[in-house]
Nanobody, 117 residues
Framework: QVQLVASGGGFVQPGGSLRLSCGPS????????IAWYPQPPGKLRELVAT???????IVAYSVEGRATISRDNANHTVNLQMNDLRPEDTAVYYC???????????WGQGTLVTVSS
């Protein structure tokens, strides 16, 4: 059973914008901390943004001012709005869910973002 569905990736020119969405199940959405981890080609995944079940957020310095993470409570999704995209933002973006108290985590299937002219 797929519990994390990532979507919204695509091809965009430098300076463009994309909104990525992570759609966990309702049970996960209401409890887990959700995060986005881009994995550029040939590199490791790195955390860029995270949001708790009550809306507390952390955004990595590397994307500060260009990325916003938010919760859509009506649709049970976590969105990552990325603006002023750069070629170095090219990556497969993975959605991750972590239980705040227990050693439980989930990974979504990833969505590809390509930034190129």
């Amino acid at each position: 059973q797929v519990q994390l569905v990532a979507s919204g990736g695509g091809f965009v020119q430098p300076g463009g914008s994309l909104r990525l969405s992570c759609g966990p199940s309702e049970a996960i959405f209401s409890i887990y901390t959700i995060a986005w981890y881009p994995q550029p080609p040939g590199k490791l995944r790195e955390l860029v943004a995270t949001i708790t079940s009550v809306g507390n957020t952390i955004v990595a310095y590397s994307v500060e001012g260009r990325a916003t993470i938010s919760r859509d409570n009506a649709n049970h999704t976590v969105n990552l709005q990325m603006n002023d995209l750069r070629p170095e933002d090219t990556a497969v973006y993975y959605c991750h869910a972590a239980h705040p108290l227990r050693n439980l985590e989930l990974w979504g299937q990833g969505t590809l973002v390509t930034v190129s002219s």
